[in-house]
């Protein structure tokens, strides 16, 4: 009887209403705490980072506590200056905490080089669509004697003949020398051969 007494007295009730209001308390700064702690109230919008240099993007993000990390490098875009910012993460407008990391993707200094297949003696129906799938464009189309029509003797970029297994940028255009079908084949150096021979059989006759 004694402990149900102790229980219902006045005293108990007061402690039990001090204990109450500790723990809320308690409760109370212990979640304004963990707000603090986590910055859960403090929201920062991102920039748009997009066309901006490292220099550039090193400055806004220190000014709003921000970090940034380089993912890669994207393939080269001419609409963007070179070793600016084309893609990043989280995307402008988004709101984050500080100190968060973005990540960027940025532009390469230029195309990369592609090496050139061998298309000797492929047709130019072959050739043209093989060049433009490899990033190509094909420049002036040439003719010289030989028996076969369309047939790609020589590539060229800007007067220098190519050779299977060179490279060059991508976007480079190159020249197609095809065969005319006319029959002949003129190897370099028979076209003067061709005509000391024509002068011979004039004299001859």
Do not use: C
């Not at 009887?1 to 212990?30: D, E, N, P, R």
């Not at 060049?131 to 220098?160: C, M, N, T, W």
């Amino acid at each position: 009887m004694g402990f149900f007494k102790f229980i219902f007295s006045k005293t108990f009730l007061i402690q039990l209403v001090i204990a109450a209001i500790v723990i809320v308390v308690l409760a109370f700064l212990a979640l304004r705490w963990l707000d603090y702690s986590t910055n859960q109230d403090q929201r920062i919008a991102v920039p748009d980072l997009s066309k901006q240099s490292l220099d550039v993007v090193d400055d806004q993000l220190a000014e709003l506590d921000l970090r940034y990390e380089i993912l890669d490098s994207a393939n080269f875009n001419p609409d963007f200056p070179r070793y600016s910012v084309i893609e990043q993460v989280p995307e402008p407008g988004q709101f984050v905490k500080e100190n968060r990391k973005i990540y960027l993707t940025l532009n390469p200094s230029g195309y990369r080089k592609i090496m050139i297949p061998d298309l000797i003696r492929r047709t130019r129906r072959q050739a043209e669509p093989t060049l433009r799938s490899l990033g190509f464009e094909i420049g002036d189309v040439s003719y010289k004697p030989d028996i076969a029509e369309d047939a790609v003797l020589e590539l060229r970029h800007k007067g220098k003949k190519l050779e299977p297994g060179d490279e060059l940028m991508k976007t480079s255009k190159i020249d197609l020398v095809l065969g005319d079908g006319s029959g002949r084949y003129r190897m370099e150096g028979e076209e003067e051969q061709d005509s000391i021979t024509s002068e011979e059989e004039e004299i001859e006759f």
